[in-house]
């Protein structure tokens, strides 16, 4: 006899199988996490460290981030094209992946 018999099993309907729970939530642990690729398309996470490729003006803040300027400790936000980031003077600052180039 089986120990996997008070196992709970799910449908699956991308694959049409029954598989189990722990299964099922471990595949949809990884469909979860979202690739951040930066300009020429290195795989960013959080904590790195990027330079901007463009000049950018901040709205609200009246400011102008220059290329080559370096933003420290990113924080990715789940969506693909955003980033979290610091700088000084300016709060909430989020960055499109595009105009950054990973350090």
């Known amino acids: 006899m089986s120990d996997n018999i008070d196992e709970e099993y799910i ?8 598989i189990s729970a722990a299964d099922a939530k471990a595949a949809s642990a990884l469909n979860d996490t979202v690739e951040v690729r930066d300009a020429v398309g290195n795989l960013l ?7 901007l490729i463009k000049d950018l003006t901040v709205k609200g803040a009246g400011q102008t981030l ?6 420290k400790s990113i924080r ?23 105009f950054v180039r990973k350090r």
């Open 11 to 18: 449908y699956d309907e991308v694959s049409g199988e029954w």
């Open 45 to 51: 996470a959080d904590g790195d460290q990027v330079t």
């Open 76 to 98: 990715l936000t789940g969506d693909a094209q955003e980033i979290d980031c610091r700088f000084d003077g300016i709060k909430g600052l989020v960055l499109r992946a595009e």
């Open 66 to 71: 220059k290329r080559g300027t370096l933003i």
